[in-house]
């Protein structure tokens, strides 16, 4: 596999002097009129050239593992947030903790600084985020008599329950599409019972799963699940099997759990839906409030390997500037280093993401965690135990608990 390398030249004095500097982004992350501008003023700025190359997710993995072991890596690198931890625990990327000031990291939000932390260290820059919220179709809320979205979980449950009753005739009906192993909306459940995946102690990961408020967001989970006349969606898969987007399409879902590209492909697909939509945030189980929400999206590093990273410190700090924050948040994302969101808030789905972000948060940021989403997900495992009556709730909960302390151990 080839690797892009980084151009230098050897000055007077002996010593290189950098004139190109190779960035990776990954596809869809950033508009083309960003980057365009962006390099275009770095390069006028700084007179060192920017080799800017796009990347496709699949396959980035192994593409990058051999990038950062190369003596000649690209310069700045875009990683998902939760591969941060498994680059950073190889020695791989640089610590930028003592530059964080120059990337704007006042205005960080707290779960994107989370994601890129390793023992107290920061080993990148948040770049962007995104969110779930609650899409729903306008047209059948209004049917129903639902007259504003839910602000907490007892009215999100009454207005499935409109929803239910307005559209009692149609057998192919859903109020809210939920399949039984959406597990980074489960989350969201049980981070707004106070529970979480796990702690750390001494270094030391432990699941904590099967405490009294993990449980508690697993039983709100069942208790949407069973509301929403749900069964209809498969309680052994994901969201995106079937792709859910696709069932929104059908006409017969009121709401689904999902993200900005997901309302983007059904109204691409359907734009007579474009009028009909709209988003609020996932709703507390306190009235008034959002649930805090899995913070997904990417952030930007430097390879420890960099022949040029006092450079690609200057091109993250261009990037970190309002002028390109507000240019992310114009195309749909929740900015990484800054905190306004107005340029976001230009429809219903950027209102709904800008007031959940704030609330956001991340899976442990453990190297090992990777291997915990990406193989036999002991989470979803639990979902469909419970969902289906396999297991006892204690049962899959500590199971499943049980699966990730070994797992982060």
Do not use: H
């Not at 990776?24 to 770095?42: I, R, V």
């Not at 985020?129 to 306008?138: E, G, H, M, P």
């Not at 749909?332 to 704030?358: F, H, I, M, R, Y």
């Amino acid at each position: 596999m080839a690797v892009s390398g980084c151009g230098t030249s050897t000055n007077s004095g002996g010593g290189a002097e950098t004139k190109e500097i190779t960035v990776w982004l990954m596809d869809g992350s950033a508009p083309t009129t960003l980057t365009d501008a962006l390099n275009k003023e770095f390069e006028s700025a700084n007179g060192i050239k920017v080799k800017y190359e796009v990347q496709k997710w699949t396959g980035i993995q192994e593409k990058l593992t051999t990038a950062l072991a190369s003596s000649t890596p690209p310069d700045v690198i875009e990683l998902g947030n939760t591969q941060i931890a498994g680059f950073a625990d190889q020695g791989t990327l640089a610590d930028l903790t003592a530059d964080a000031g120059q990337f704007n990291s006042g205005e960080w939000l707290g779960g994107l600084k989370d994601s890129l932390t390793l023992n107290g260290k920061q080993f990148g820059v948040p770049f962007y985020a995104a969110n779930r919220t609650v899409i729903y179709r306008t047209d059948l809320f209004q049917a129903a008599g639902i007259t504003t979205p839910p602000t907490s979980r007892a009215e999100w449950i009454d207005a499935i329950n409109k929803l239910k009753a307005a559209n009692a005739s149609n057998p192919d009906f859903q109020a809210l599409y939920l399949p039984g192993q959406s597990w980074y909306f489960l989350l969201s459940l049980i981070w707004d019972e106070g529970g979480d995946i796990a702690k750390q102690d001494a270094g030391k990961w432990t699941s904590t799963l099967d405490s009294a408020q993990s449980k508690a967001g697993f039983e709100a989970y069942k208790a949407l699940y069973d509301a929403s006349a749900t069964k209809k969606a498969p309680a052994d898969t994901d969201e995106a099997k079937p792709q859910q987007y696709e069932v929104f399409q059908t006409g017969n879902v009121g709401m689904m759990i999902g993200l900005p590209w997901e309302l983007g492909s059904a109204v691409k697909d359907k734009p007579e839906l474009k009028e009909k939509t709209a988003a609020f945030p996932i709703p507390s189980k306190k009235a008034g409030s959002s649930a805090p929400v899995f913070l997904g999206g990417s952030n930007l590093a430097i390879p420890t390997a960099s022949k040029n990273a006092e450079a690609a410190k200057k091109w993250l700090a261009l990037l970190s500037s309002k002028k390109y924050q507000d240019m992310l948040a114009e195309g749909g994302a929740v900015p990484g280093t800054s905190k306004d969101t107005s340029k976001l808030e230009t429809n219903a789905v950027g209102k709904a993401l800008a007031a959940s972000a704030p609330n956001g948060k991340v899976t442990p940021s453990s190297p090992k965690w990777g291997a915990v989403e990406a193989g036999q997900n002991p989470l979803k495992d639990a979902l469909t135990a419970y969902l289906s009556g396999a297991k006892s709730l204690d049962q899959a909960t500590k199971d499943a608990s049980d699966a990730i302390t070994k797992a982060l151990g």
